[in-house]
């Protein structure tokens, strides 16, 4: 997984790719590139490291000309390396491409060609696009193109240069996200819109399978079939603004912070009167399913496993939570009376993406929950509804979690209340203020800096909660290896005298969450066990619970049991910050992750 940009105007396109590829780092950041058409010749610079090298060798050596693409890399075939690294051009240096995605039928196809005498510079799947591109052209770039996709297995965005044919560039996609943006004298082109939006607030979506050739003053959409289509723009209602620090040290530490707001927007016009209004599912009959999925990757999953509890209780149905990469391969029991939710912050995740075509190709009712407007799983599923948490930049997801377990718990509530149950008015009520209690939370950010630094000299934490926080403790778990690096593994309390408690000795850290009223009365017992063995407890609470030797407690407000899920969240995450801040890791960036994962 990758990002890729493109640029052909009347301006020095170095300036957009560059610009472009820094906000796309998220995707990937092993090694980074651009090819520039200028004087008739493609210039090509291409390293391994972060995109900063690449700049480094850049202001050394500027390239010039009004024709370009670029791409920051996240290795799948090929270790990081100068050669691995895009663009790739052909041996005569005519055509180069930008290609985000993974050619399965890479082996073959090299094969082939290397039968027709080509020879391959790299270890990559892409190379073979450029080299078949190559092999097929004659004096028709478009053509060219189509025919390598014909023969191309997998998933592509591609950006396509050549010197035959200097006033275009050709972009392409099949389940991989591209974007093109109208600017001033200009069309661009990139796999996510905050590399667009210093350009342009004006994009189109290019669907699966199609085709666009760009040229400075016009732009032509194309079929699978090859026909000319007309495709509308449209107007990205957020700005760049909104993609930046705004003051923060780091992405991670704004966007925990703008929690209170981002729910508060995932919210507005969602409640009214204790009823819970989702006019985007008002055709569905719920009463049809017999069962429920919830399908996801990482963070997503977190959320997907609290909001498939709250539904079950809710209605009584049968609710499932799965892995999306593990759901396609389980053999799951999908017929049309099966309501499936794909949970996505991204709305590109691969396995998701290829859980939702498989569950929607075997008849059931699909709704994805996504943050990105517009992205490919938010325009797949019959019904979409959005997180409104704004664009997610740090690769460890924070805003976009909570917005997600905002928007399951009022889709539980929407779904019960359809099928006839009366509910929860408490839930309800409180559910509007709970961006007032975050903001609270985040004001004692100083104890949790405190709790973080049980954790300096830790290389194992042990998170244990029940029931919903049993979901919160995998999430804070995942948080702290992510950013932090400290191996933490989150258990069902009542697991650990069945193994886990052998890890406990004197200093290990122990953080637990207890504050399902049915439940955490058993979990602060469970605590007390690893007290014994010499463990460091945190707890999370909620008033009332009896508590003894647990030095580190921190009492959450009083809110229904399951918006506690929420509130646990915001700790956990910022355990997970300072204790990543002490250690000097690079927050935004954490070693071997990327933000949007589009393999498999
Ligand atoms: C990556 C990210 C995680 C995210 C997961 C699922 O692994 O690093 O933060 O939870 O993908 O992403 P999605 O965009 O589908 O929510």
């Known amino acids: 997984m990758c990002g890729i940009t493109a640029y052909v105007g009347h301006q020095d396109a170095l300036t957009f790719l560059l610009q472009g590829l820094e906000k796309l780092e998220y995707r990937g950041y092993d090694s980074a590139g651009v090819t520039i058409l200028g004087d008739q010749k493609l210039s090509t610079v291409k390293t391994k490291g972060r995109l900063q090298d690449l700049i480094t060798i850049l202001k050394a050596q500027p390239l010039h000309g009004h024709v370009g693409i670029g791409h920051t890399r996240w290795a799948t075939h090929g270790v990081p390396s100068n050669l691995n690294s895009h663009p790739h051009s052909n041996a005569d240096e005519t055509i180069s491409i930008v290609h985000n995605g993974i050619i399965e039928n890479y082996r073959e196809l090299k094969d082939e060609l290397m039968a027709h005498g080509y020879t391959f510079q790299s270890e990559t799947d892409s190379e073979v696009v450029v080299q078949m591109l190559d092999y097929y052209y004659s004096d028709d770039l478009l053509a060219a193109t189509r025919q390598t996709l014909a023969r191309i297995e997998g998933s592509y965005a591609l950006c396509i240069l050549s010197t035959h044919e200097p006033d275009k560039i050709i972009v392409a996609r099949k389940d991989s996200p591209l974007i093109i943006g109208e600017a001033q004298g200009a069309y661009v082109a990139a796999s996510d819109i905050p590399a667009l939006l210093e350009y342009t607030k004006n994009v189109y979506f290019l669907e699966d399978n199609e085709l666009a050739v ?68 008002q055709n569905i009959d719920f009463n049809q399913y017999h069962q429920v999925y919830y399908v996801a990757c990482g963070t997503a999953y977190h959320a997907s496993l609290c909001g498939s509890q709250v539904l079950q209780k809710l209605t009584r149905l049968p609710v499932t939570a799965m892995v999306a990469s593990e759901f396609r391969y389980n053999d799951p029991l999908i017929d049309e009376k099966t309501l499936a939710i794909f949970v996505s912050q991204s709305g590109e995740t691969a396995d998701t993406l290829a859980a939702l075509r498989l569950a929607k190709s075997q008849g059931a009712t699909t709704i994805a929950i996504a943050n990105v407007l517009g992205s490919t799983i938010s325009r797949d599923a019959d019904y979409v509804l959005y997180t409104c948490a704004g664009p997610e930049i740090a690769v460890a997801s924070t805003k976009a979690y909570t917005t ?197």
Do not use: W
């Open 214 to 281: 760009l040229k400075a003053d016009s732009i032509t959409f194309y079929n699978q079939q090859g026909q000319a289509i007309q495709k509308e723009s449209v107007e990205i209602p957020y700005d760049l603004e909104a993609a930046q620090k705004d003051g923060y040290d780091t992405f991670m530490l704004k966007e925990i912070y703008e929690q209170p707001h981002a729910i508060a927007e995932t919210l507005r016009g969602r409640i009214h009167e204790n009823k819970v209004y989702l006019d985007e599912l």
């Open 404 to 600: 997600q377990l905002v928007l399951l718990i009022l889709l539980a509530c929407y779904i019960a209340d359809r099928l006839g149950f009366v509910l929860d008015a408490k839930l309800l009520e409180e559910l509007p203020h709970i961006s007032d209690h975050i903001a609270h939370l985040l004001e004692d950010h100083e104890r949790f800096a405190k709790y973080a630094k049980l954790l300096e000299d830790q290389r194992d934490a042990y998170f244990i909660g029940r029931n919903l926080d049993y979901a919160s403790v995998l999430e804070g778990a995942l948080k702290l290896k992510e950013v932090s690096y400290v191996h933490a593994d989150a258990y069902v309390a009542g697991e650990l005298k069945h193994g886990p408690i052998a890890l406990i000795e004197e200093g290990s850290v122990v953080i637990a969450v207890a504050t399902q009223p049915q439940i955490a009365s058993k979990t602060i017992n469970n605590i007390q066990e690893t007290i014994a063995r010499g463990a460091r407890v945190v707890l999370f609470t909620t008033a009332g619970q009896e508590v003894k030797n647990v030095a580190n407690t921190y009492y959450l407000p009083e809110v229904p049991a399951v918006l506690q899920t929420i509130l646990v969240a915001i700790p956990l995450q910022l355990i997970a910050y300072y204790t990543a801040c002490i250690k000097g890791c690079d927050v935004d960036k954490p070693r071997n992750l990327a933000k949007s994962v589009t393999v498999e």
